[in-house]
């Protein structure tokens, strides 16, 4: 009998490997607007009333990295469009193909897809109304008579494929003047007066509140963009009662229904989940946590993702420093090769980690981690190499061996140059963690997002402030440890 008992073991693990799996809740993400949120609560809510336990992961990014995390399995739905499919996503696509087509292509990606929702959020070129009407524009070939006006297109829309290149080439526009901004912010501008014309989804409540006028597609340049749902194939065997959710969604969404939930959240303050549920007729559940249980569990989720990453940058930039020291040539090529990985753009880093680690914490961590290195590193290898020759000389003619006189006399020495690197890897590491809420890392970037998005002050604020006050905070206490770790000698000395 006991040696029956592993096999028995074994074969009880592989028929309990389903229930496990199904266990797992159904992970659906959204991108960073309004419109995107707020269909990712509506098929949460769907598949909570549909019995399948799920969670929303909000504002995960733009659509690459939506598309990466689906494919990877790091989500397992999330809403998309039938135009960012063919002109973006999938190659050799008609601009027109119909659902069924994308189905096809999808499939063997092992992605499936739903029927439309029920509306299409093309994009499109907006103008303040009193602006286009002085000017006689209505439509996007108009712009091409007036070369001068500016433009301030969304920072997606200025590299896709269906967005500003090709819209350049279909009309024959001539414009300089063209930067990239966040879309929630392109609407401050036009208003404001600081850009002339934007990009617009058809669906943006922010149309009529800021008087926008709509030009007319008159070379017929934008594909249609039907709104849909994307999801693991693999959820029909592991979440089926989800996926019947999701399809039961087909058709039920008309454009004036998408407009005023838009409305209701960006423009009158409710929250994305409560509009979903009065759209779903069902019970939204208690309010999100007050701003001090948001603000226990973004600090939180901060602090873990500057602290882990902070120590495994010292457990490894310290002995590349010591290594630099001692090598001096190869030390020049450490403190060259973390040098360059400080100079990656931020974001890019962060993106760049996808691939390798999914989305996540653990991605962000990684990217932190490489921010961290060279300030260390070189700290360390400066701490090292500016000990005078004579008191290295004086412990070499003691006899002492190299390991000895580096843990004794020289790494001592070193400590406040060796400190301060860390410190500020440290006070770089709590600014630059709030992008990490960019791929589902939380933090106090998730707010300052949340804020952007909602244009609401106090939400960024809720972000921005603690983050502040934690950089702050931890320079306090790096100069208390490094005031107990230095020698009292060198104390002394640097009184003096």
């Known amino acids: 009998m006991t040696r029956r008992m592993p096999v028995i073991a074994f074969m009880l693990g592989l028929c309990l490997l389903p229930a496990l799996a199904s266990a797992q809740p159904v992970r659906i993400g959204s991108k960073q607007f309004t419109e995107s949120v707020i269909l990712g609560e509506i098929a949460r809510l769907s598949a909570r009333d549909a019995g399948v336990d799920a969670v929303h992961r909000r504002e995960l990014g733009g659509t690459s990295i939506l598309w990466k995390a689906l494919q990877q399995g790091d989500i397992d739905a ?9 002109q973006e996503l999938l190659k050799n696509v008609p601009a ?5 087509t994308l189905r096809a292509k999808l499939k063997p990606l092992g992605i499936g897809i739903t029927d439309s929702l029920g509306f299409d959020n093309t994009y499109a070129i907006g103008m303040r109304d009193d602006e286009a009407a002085r000017l006689g524009i209505t439509r996007i070939s108009d712009l091409r008579l007036h070369p001068t006006l500016r433009f301030g297109f969304s920072n997606e829309f200025m590299d896709r494929g269906d967005g500003w290149p090709g819209l350049r080439q279909a009309y024959g526009l001539s414009q300089t003047g063209v930067s990239g901004l966040d879309h929630v912010l392109s609407y401050r501008a036009v208003a404001s007066g600081a850009v002339d014309a934007i990009d617009l989804y058809s669906t943006d409540a922010e149309i009529p509140y800021y008087h926008l006028r709509t030009l007319l597609d008159d070379r ?10 994307l999801y693991r194939l693999s959820l029909q065997q592991s979440a089926p009662a989800f996926v019947t959710a999701l399809r039961k969604l087909a058709g039920r969404i008309d454009e004036p229904a998408m407009r005023a939930m838009n409305a209701a959240v960006k423009l009158h303050g409710r929250s994305d989940t409560a509009v979903a549920a009065d759209f779903l007729g069902t019970h939204a559940e208690p309010g999100r946590h007050g701003m001090w249980q948001r603000l226990r569990q ?3 989720e901060h602090i873990e993702l500057v602290a882990i990453s902070l120590g495994l940058a010292v457990l490894l930039a310290i002995p590349l420093g010591i290594l630099a020291a001692r090598l001096r040539r ?14 990656v753009p931020s974001l890019a880093m962060f993106v760049f980690m996808i691939p390798l680690l999914g989305i996540g914490r653990w991605p962000a961590i990684a990217a932190l981690f490489l921010y961290s290195l ?9 701490g090292l190499v500016g000990i005078a020759p004579e008191l290295q000389e004086s412990a070499a003619a003691l006899g002492l061996p190299r390991h000895v006189r580096l843990r004794r006399i020289e790494l001592p020495l070193a400590t406040r140059s060796i400190l301060a690197g860390i410190k500020t890897a440290a006070v770089i590491n709590v600014g630059t963690a709030t992008l990490a809420a960019l791929i589902g890392a939380g933090g106090y970037g998730q707010p300052i997002l949340t804020g952007i998005r909602l ?4 939400l960024i604020l809720e972000g921005a402030i603690p983050a502040a006050v934690l950089a702050l905070l931890v320079q306090a206490l790096f100069e208390l440890v490094e005031r107990w770790l230095t020698p009292r000698g060198l104390r002394l000395e640097a009184r003096e």
């Open 78 to 86: 999330y809403p998309e469009y039938t135009g960012t499919l063919t």
């Open 96 to 100: 027109n193909a119909d659902i069924a």
């Open 220 to 229: 017929h340049y934008f594909p249609r963009y039907e709104a849909v749902y």
């Open 298 to 300: 973004r600090s939180v």
């Open 330 to 343: 190869l030390g020049q090529l450490v403190i060259g090769a973390t040098g360059i990985l400080q100079t």
């Open 374 to 382: 060279l300030p260390i590193v070189r700290n360390t290898h400066a």
């Open 455 to 458: 244009d609401s002050v106090g």
